[in-house]
């Protein structure tokens, strides 16, 4: 985070955070198998909360996300596609 709001502008940071979907398959799955995962479940709402909201918390997993794992501020076409289209658990 520290590294992160020394090499960002934080005020050109927003606050939808992306998601390739990966994680709606595993509680797809989880639901089909009845198996409780709140955390993760959770986890997706406020990723879809994210969207619609402008919030210094949202801002920071964005900035966290792209720390951790290079994702993307804001809406990415390519991505959002790709959660439309692409199906891991297919493969």
Not at 13 to 23: A, C, F, L
Not at 60 to 82: C, N, Q, T, V, W
């Amino acid at each position: 985070m520290e590294r992160g709001l020394r090499e960002q502008d934080y005020g050109k940071i927003p606050s939808y955070v992306e998601d390739t979907g990966e994680v709606d398959w595993l509680l797809e799955d989880a639901i089909n198998k009845e198996i409780p995962i709140p955390m993760i479940a959770q986890s997706i709402m406020e990723l879809f909360k994210s969207r619609n909201r402008d919030s210094d918390a949202y801002k920071s997993i964005a900035l966290m996300r792209h720390g951790f794992g290079g994702h993307p501020f804001g809406r990415d076409e390519y991505i959002a596609k790709e959660r439309k289209t692409y199906r891991i658990a297919k493969i």
